[in-house]
């Protein structure tokens, strides 16, 4: 039975009571998301003329099958990847972690936008047809904008290649718009791990829409060429109708970008670029056809 819990007016639902007061040294809760399937409770915070956004493991969600220790250590072991990767196009900033009585906290630059996936406000056929949802919103804007949204996400994973990272469970919620500014926010990148990967779980981690066959393959060698078909799948989702859809007719960013994208997502990893970075590069030769 869900227990429910409140701080400064904002409640949220646990299976387990927990106390929060330590929340209070950051500042004044605003806003809480507790619907994710990670394990992790987060929360908007006021102090004074500053937000901030705190992520939390160590509570026994609604939504999470592990126990609440896995989530602290992978929310632990996301701090490296957080530093790492701080210089990297449109990703949240990282400005302190700490242990509590009960779990983890790590505190984040707040950042405006809305997710790309939003599960938690509508459906997943919702979110391709509700003109309210912000992927709806995003689809319908201006192509120039949404180009220059979809470049962010590109530098971001071009920037975590170099620096030697596999992204995992990277997926269009994991992308923040701010539909004022105009501006692409990467806010969730707690998975990713340093070189290649061998897929000990069958199904990865992450959204099936977006997954290469080898993230779905025991056994399997997850890498760089793994990336190439994630990005070119979420090139498809976001510029393509959303979706599975790999049609032209559905494709919004002109023919010499689609065979680019189509590239990308070959179920044979032979056939795709060999590098996020080689994906970019004909990317932008397309964009300059």
């Known amino acids: 039975m869900a227990v429910v819990l409140s701080l400064d007016g904002m409640e949220f639902s646990l299976q387990k009571h927990q106390d929060f007061s330590w929340i209070h040294q950051i500042g004044t809760v605003f806003c809480v998301f507790d619907k994710q399937d990670s394990g992790n409770l987060c929360f908007g915070v006021s102090r004074g003329e500053e937000r901030y956004f705190v992520k939390y493991a160590g509570a026994v969600t609604g939504r999470c099958p592990d126990e609440p220790c896995r989530a602290v250590e992978r929310l632990k072991a996301s701090g490296q990847v957080y530093r790492d990767l701080r210089r990297a196009p449109g990703l949240i ?5 700490f242990q509590t009585e009960y779990g983890y906290a790590q505190v984040f630059d707040w950042v405006e936008g809305e997710c790309m996936h939003a599960h938690w406000t509508f459906d997943q056929f919702e979110k391709y047809t509700d003109p309210r949802s912000s992927f709806y919103r995003f689809t319908h804007l201006p192509l120039e904008e949404k180009l220059s949204a979809m470049q962010t996400v590109v530098g971001f994973l071009c920037f975590a290649e170099k620096a030697g990272y596999t992204a995992v469970d990277f997926y269009d919620g994991s992308l923040l718009y701010d539909f004022d500014r105009k501006r692409m926010h990467i806010c969730d990148v707690d998975l990713f791990q340093k070189g290649p990967i061998i897929n000990r779980m069958g199904k ?3 959204s099936s829409r977006l997954q290469s066959p080898e993230e779905q393959t025991m ?8 990336n190439v078909f994630m990005l070119g799948a979420l090139m498809f989702e976001m510029l393509g109708g959303g979706g599975r859809s790999r049609c032209l007719e559905q494709w919004t960013a002109g023919e010499s970008r689609y065979r680019v994208a189509l590239r990308a997502v070959e179920p044979k990893r032979e056939a795709r670029y060999p590098s996020i970075s080689a994906f970019a590069d004909a990317w932008d030769h397309a964009g300059a056809l």
């Open 93 to 97: 900033r990282l400005q302190d972690c």
């Open 219 to 226: 056994g399997a060698v997850v890498d760089s060429v793994s």
């Open 204 to 206: 990865f981690w992450g």
